[in-house]
């Protein structure tokens, strides 16, 4: 009688134990996976483009200003090797050569500053973007249920891989090209994109 008691007590466990390993089971395979183009969001998402349209013209004004000095020094360069009026490493050539190299300077420290300031104006974009997209991903996954959204990159190489003849631009290209296959049932770029544009254009 206890053999059967103690048998009766195990059978229930181990049935307990299955329906605890089945409902696991269960709640894995119903797991919601959603995956982003993230390229695609930043050619989609409509304040990116109307930042990326700012940030140009924003530094049109300093880019034109290095293009007409850069000009400038060529063509006193060019000025200076063509006259031969003036004897080469004469006090007039050198003096020449000393605005040359004042221009040359300013050019240079043109160059820097735009840089740094181009650097600064990306970052803080790439940051704003990011910080919309991931405000977004989180009430849309909140919204229809999904317990894990990923990105990714494009499955297929860019356009400038596809042109280059470097074999280690297109291998670095293709090592991060983890995900090889997206099925449209977990693709939510369209979506993900979609919702972004309605909040900026609930801002507007």
């Known amino acids: 009688m206890k053999r059967m008691q103690k048998f009766g007590v195990l059978l229930v466990a181990a049935v307990a134990i299955l329906m605890s390993v089945s409902a696991r089971a269960e709640e894995a395979r119903a797991l919601r996976i959603g995956v982003v183009k993230i390229q695609d969001v930043f050619k989609e998402y409509k304040f990116a483009k109307v930042q990326e349209e700012k940030i140009k013209a924003s530094f049109k004004g300093e880019e034109d200003s290095i293009d007409q000095l850069e000009k400038e020094i060529r063509a ?10 003036i004897e080469r490493n004469s006090a007039a050539w050198k003096l020449q050569a000393l605005e040359i190299q004042k221009k040359q300077i300013t050019l240079d420290e043109k160059k820097q500053r735009f840089a740094k300031m181009t650097r600064q104006a990306m970052a803080e974009f790439y940051r ?34 596809e042109k280059s003849d470097s074999p280690l631009a297109i291998q670095n290209e293709i090592l991060m090209r983890r995900v090889q296959y997206i099925s449209p049932s977990v693709d939510i770029t369209k979506q993900i994109i979609a919702s972004m544009n309605n909040m900026y254009a609930a801002k507007n």
Do not use: H, W
């Open 76 to 85: 006193a360069q060019d000025k200076l090797s063509r006259d031969t009026l």
């Open 128 to 161: 704003s973007i990011y910080k919309d997209f991931r405000k977004v991903v989180e009430l849309y996954s909140k919204e229809y249920k999904f317990d894990l959204v990923i990105t990714a990159p494009e499955t297929e190489l860019s356009d400038d891989s």
